[in-house]
């Protein structure tokens, strides 16, 4: 399957994830982030929070447990996942996130520009349980050329 425009607007399956202290703690003990507000219910609270709060970036991870099929789903609409490079993630963040929060996802495909080299741009809105956006996320990929 050839890479086109026509993709624009694609929805993405949308998944719902579970949002794991013990995971909160893991992704920061992985970067370093050794804030206690990340590993602590009262020190986060005692910072206002209203529980632990999710560190940025780390709603990526939710892709990698609640959409694994991703690059399956990626190859079926043209993009060749062998040639693929990250190339840029953005977020804006409207809410705090918090341990014990379900989450859920929704993406689309937002831009396609086609040539020497292939960039596709995905959108994903993160949503708590009143189905309130809380995180968007949008995601560059870039096909490095044929050879």
Sequence with gaps: MQLTKDIIGQKLK???????????REFCMAIGETNPIFFSEEEAKKAGYEGIPIPPTFQTSFQFWGYPEIFEDMRKMGIDTDRLLH???????????????TIKAEGEVVDVKTGKMEVVTFRTTFKDEKGEP??????????????
């Design 14 to 24: 949308s998944y719902t994830i579970q949002v794991e202290k013990g995971k909160i």
């Design 87 to 101: 190339m840029k993630e953005e977020y804006t963040y409207l809410k705090p996130v918090y341990a014990g929060m």
């Design 134 to 147: 809380c995180i968007i996320a949008e995601m560059g990929i870039i096909l490095r050329p044929k050879q």
